[in-house]
């Protein structure tokens, strides 16, 4: 949630950021993106996503790709579905594919670095 409360603080909103800073954990980052779709205007929510690419983990992009092509019962994704290569080249081609702005190499290569913290 810190990279939420960082960008509204950034669009002028801080009382926002304050307000999902504190939410509780049981409420999931990608939900409250989710629902900031249908709250916000499109091109801010459009540059919330092009921001998170730059100023926040590769929480978005990964999440998309579990609900969206995945779809799976429970949303559940582990470490050893990541190290599955053929995960990886999936990931890698939806990130070309809906994000084409971005470099999946790069996304891949942040979610790495994650999972060996």
Same mark, same amino acid.
């Given at each position: 949630?810190? /990279?939420?409360?960082? !960008? !509204?603080?950034?669009?002028?909103?801080?009382?926002?950021?304050? @307000?999902?800073?504190?939410?509780?954990?049981?409420? %999931?980052? /990608?939900?409250?993106?989710?629902? *900031?779709?249908? %709250?916000?205007? #499109?091109?801010?929510? +459009?540059? *919330?996503?092009?921001? @998170?690419?730059?100023? &926040?983990?590769?929480? /978005? #992009?990964?999440?998309?790709?579990?609900?969206? #092509?995945? $779809?799976?019962?429970?949303?559940? !994704? =582990?470490?050893?579905?990541? =190290?599955? =290569?053929? =995960? +990886?080249? $999936? !990931?890698?081609?939806?990130? $070309?594919?809906?994000?084409? &702005? +971005?470099? @999946?190499?790069?996304?891949?290569?942040?979610?790495?670095?994650?999972?060996? $913290?």
């Amino acid at each position: 949630m810190h /990279y939420l409360k960082t !960008f !509204f603080d950034d669009e002028g909103m801080p009382h926002l950021g304050n @307000s999902l800073a504190n939410v509780e954990q049981e409420v %999931a980052l /990608y939900d409250v993106i989710l629902d *900031l779709k249908r %709250a916000l205007k #499109p091109d801010l929510y +459009q540059r *919330l996503i092009e921001h @998170s690419f730059l100023f &926040a983990p590769p929480y /978005y #992009p990964l999440n998309y790709f579990i609900e969206i #092509p995945l $779809r799976p019962p429970l949303r559940i !994704f =582990t470490i050893m579905d990541w =190290t599955n =290569t053929t =995960t +990886q080249e $999936r !990931f890698g081609e939806f990130v $070309r594919k809906i994000f084409p &702005a +971005q470099n @999946s190499s790069d996304i891949m290569r942040d979610i790495e670095q994650w999972i060996e $913290r």
